[in-house]
C-alpha cells in the first residue's frame, strides 16, 4: 500500500547534471520530513539531503552548493537537483519518506563518469 519510488538516476559525465524524483503514495500519515540518502559499494548509506514539513533543508557538506532539494507537496513528489557532479557522487541513492515510521525506496543507480 505505500510506496516509494524513485527514478531519475543515469550515468552522467562529471560535472554534468542529474534530477532525481520520487513519489510517494499510501503515506497514511503527516509526513514529517523527506530525504535522500546515498550509498556507494563498500560504504555506508549516508544523508544527502532533507526537507522538513515546514521546508527547512539540510545537506551533507559534501553536496553544498551542488545539490538542491525540493518537493512538491500537492503531487507527493520529493526532487533532488545534482549539479556539478562529480565521480565520488557515484552510489544507489535512496528516497526517505519520515511518518510514523521511515519508509524507503528501492534506489536509483546514479554512476558519474571522470
Known amino acids: 500500500q505505500v510506496q516509494v519510488v524513485e527514478s531519475g538516476g543515469g550515468l552522467v559525465q562529471a560535472g554534468g547534471s542529474l534530477r532525481l524524483s520520487c513519489a510517494a503514495s499510501?503515506?497514511?500519515?503527516?509526513?514529517?520530513?523527506m530525504g535522500w540518502h546515498r550509498q556507494a559499494p563498500g560504504k555506508q548509506r549516508e544523508l544527502v539531503a532533507a526537507?522538513?514539513?515546514?521546508?527547512?533543508?539540510d545537506y551533507a557538506d559534501s553536496v553544498k552548493g551542488r545539490f538542491t532539494i525540493s518537493k512538491d507537496n500537492a503531487k507527493n513528489t520529493l526532487y533532488l537537483q545534482m549539479n556539478n557532479l562529480k565521480p565520488e557522487d557515484t552510489a544507489v541513492y535512496y528516497c526517505?519518506?519520515?511518518?510514523?515510521?521511515?519508509?524507503w525506496g528501492q534506489g536509483t543507480q546514479v554512476t558519474v563518469s571522470s
Open positions: 526517505n519518506v519520515q511518518s510514523w515510521r521511515d519508509f
Open positions: 499510501g503515506i497514511p500519515f503527516i509526513i514529517s520530513a
Open positions: 526537507v522538513g514539513s515546514g521546508g527547512s533543508t
